[in-house]
């Protein structure tokens, strides 16, 4: 395969075309094209000849949009196309405060956690940072047609994939997009399973983002049985890994609960959450389980609402987060397992 350009930062950019014979000032002038979404045919500003020769050797931008599925309550979701046929997803919500993308960062998934679509066939292949920057490339070129001027302005990382699981990647891919496209660390959210050494990794190289630790049971043995990397990290160390993040970063950590009907809560389930995010800074974000054909049941509105009253009465910042793109499958996998079996 070609390589990718948006794989560079602009000083890697810069010396690459550097060796090819180029002046710094025509790597800007790419920089800057590829992070607008636009390939090598349609850079005005540069020698035919030049855009010839970099196509032949290069690739600008490493996603397309293969489908979009567009909600009723404005909720968009991409089925994103990689240079190497495979295909992944991206969910774009748009807020009173602007626009959020859920960014994939890896091809499957091997966590095998039970409720999630996306890592049913296990895991195929790590994204590349410019794979991940061209997910927002594409989001943001759909964007403009539609709101003159709007941008992404928000990332979540909880597409496909475990963002630890390819730390390296994701975490230049957190670097490129800061200078490339002017997202900061604090407008960019990571969720993890709890891969407990690169969580303090991540704090011990002087990462912001926001933490956000899926937890969905405070008990070992009842959350191993939905998360198999349950076996290797246990609740109480992910929680002292949370810990460390919050003492080096001073980042509010976020706890995922995505609410399962008969699972998860109970009593007993709300007392031990709540002791054990008691001694830090922790927001508790409870999600009403998007149906999957897992078996796995959400709980209704009253139960949701229960469960919540339970938590705050113990003192705990906690909120529901509200549910988008129903009507298009926001669970991640769906749309890409529909497409592949023929079924759009």
């Not at 976020?254 to 054990?276: H, K, S």
Request: aromatic share 8%; hydrophobic share 35%.
């Amino acid at each position: 395969m070609k390589r990718l350009l948006t794989d560079l930062t602009k000083e890697q950019l810069a010396s690459e075309l550097s060796d090819e014979g180029l002046p710094k000032y025509r790597a800007e002038q790419i920089y800057k094209w590829l992070n607008d979404g636009v390939d090598f045919s349609a850079m005005t500003n540069l020698p035919k000849e030049l855009r010839a020769r970099l196509s032949e050797k290069y690739s600008a931008i490493g996603a397309e949009i293969v489908k979009i599925a567009e909600s009723k309550d404005g909720t968009v979701k991409f089925l994103f196309g990689l240079n190497d046929g495979n295909l992944i997803e991206g969910v774009l919500m748009k807020y009173k405060y602007g626009y959020t993308l859920c960014v994939s960062t890896q091809v499957g998934c091997r966590m095998g956690c039970a409720f999630c679509a996306s890592g049913r066939d296990g895991l195929l292949r790590n994204l590349t940072a410019g794979e991940m920057l061209g997910e927002i490339i594409c989001a943001d070129r759909y964007i403009s047609e539609k709101d003159h001027g709007a941008r992404v302005g928000n990332i979540v990382l909880m597409g496909s994939g475990e963002p630890l699981d390819n730390y390296d990647n994701v975490t230049s891919f957190i670097k490129l997009v800061g200078s490339g496209k002017n997202i900061g660390q604090r407008g960019i959210s990571l969720s993890t399973c709890g891969l407990t050494e690169n969580i303090r990794r991540l704090a011990d190289e002087n990462f912001s983002v926001t933490l956000c630790l899926s937890l969905h049971s405070p008990f070992d043995d009842r959350r191993v049985t939905v998360m198999p990397t349950g076996r290797k990290y246990k609740v109480s160390d992910i929680i002292s890994s949370a810990k460390y993040y919050f003492e080096k970063s001073g980042r509010r950590v976020i706890v995922e609960y995505a609410m399962m009907r008969g699972f998860n809560t109970r009593e007993e389930d709300a007392r031990e959450l709540r002791r054990l995010t008691r001694d830090f800074p922790c927001h508790i974000n409870l999600i009403p389980l998007n149906d999957t054909d897992s078996g796995l049941k959400g709980v209704n509105g009253k139960e949701a609402k229960a469960f919540l009253k339970m938590l705050t009465e113990l003192g705990a910042s906690v909120t529901i987060r509200r549910s988008l793109g129903e009507d298009i499958e926001g669970a991640c996998g769906q749309l890409k397992r529909r497409y592949v079996d023929g079924n759009l």
